[in-house]
């Protein structure tokens, strides 16, 4: 069955630096893998999804993800952040045939002014 | 599109009490799902849909929970003689899956349960 690792609980960064997320997954096979953000109060939104191609995938919100099957690691990146990017972040993977979408336990993104 | 609504925002109820909520997907949307999240962890899949058919159920849920989609649009999400355990954030999502290609969930903002 699939399974994704988020190993960072919580980022600290300060605005204007870069940032990148990690996430790894285990799945037999290539899989369909996503970011989500879950703002407080908000509902959970999709940032960007990989399903085959190039492996470096642009997101909403100038966020970027690069698929990387020899470390089996899918991490998210964004160049500048902004204090609004405080939020926690979701990886998420989906099965090829398999519906089912499995979250990892999220990484809560804080930002310093 | 008006988004996936959920019903109740908010439940209170005290242990052994039976809860149902709702949730109305994204209406062209074939496929809905029930996620269940608490403090500081990820959305835990519980169960998914196509049209009517219930094609999964985790294996984590046990038989107090049950999910309906009877006519393929809304579906309910029953829990009976809840637990203090049970307390969580209750999320459905939909999508419309095309073909092989795999579609965007869209989250309602969730039914947050509590169990006195």
């Known amino acids: 069955a699939q399974s994704v690792t988020q190993p960072d609980i919580h980022i600290t960064v300060s605005e204007g630096a870069s940032l990148e997320l990690r996430c790894n997954y285990s799945?037999?096979?290539?899989?369909?893998l996503f970011w989500y953000v879950q703002s407080p109060g908000q509902g959970l939104q999709l940032l960007l999804k990989?399903?085959?191609?190039?492996?470096l995938v642009q997101g909403i919100k100038g966020f970027e993800a690069e698929f990387k099957r020899s470390q089996s690691s899918f991490n998210l990146r964004k160049p500048s952040v902004h204090w609004s990017d405080a939020a926690e972040y979701f990886c998420?993977?989906?099965?090829?045939?398999?519906?089912?979408?499995?979250f990892g336990k999220g990484t809560r993104l804080h930002i310093l002014p | 599109d008006t988004g996936v609504s959920q019903n109740p925002r908010h439940k209170i109820t005290k242990r052994g009490q039976n809860v149902t909520f709702r949730c109305d997907p994204i209406?062209?949307?074939?496929?809905l799902y029930w996620y269940r999240q608490t403090l500081g962890q990820g959305p835990e899949f519980l169960t998914y849909?196509?049209?009517?058919?219930?094609?999964?159920k985790s294996r984590l849920l046990s038989d107090r929970f049950s999910a309906e989609r009877p006519k393929g649009s809304f579906s309910t999400l029953e829990i009976q003689r809840t637990e203090q355990g049970d307390s969580a954030m209750y999320l459905c999502?939909?999508?419309?899956?095309?073909?092989?290609?795999?579609?965007?969930?869209?989250f309602g903002s969730g039914t947050q349960l509590s169990v006195l």
């Open positions: 799945y037999g096979a290539t899989p369909y």
């Open positions: 209406s062209e949307h074939n496929r």
């Open positions: 999502a939909s999508s419309q899956n095309r073909g092989g290609a795999r579609e965007k969930l869209f």
């Open positions: 849909f196509q049209n009517e058919a219930q094609l999964e």
């Open positions: 998420a993977v989906g099965a090829t045939r398999d519906d089912k979408i499995i």
């Open positions: 990989y399903f085959s191609g190039d492996t």
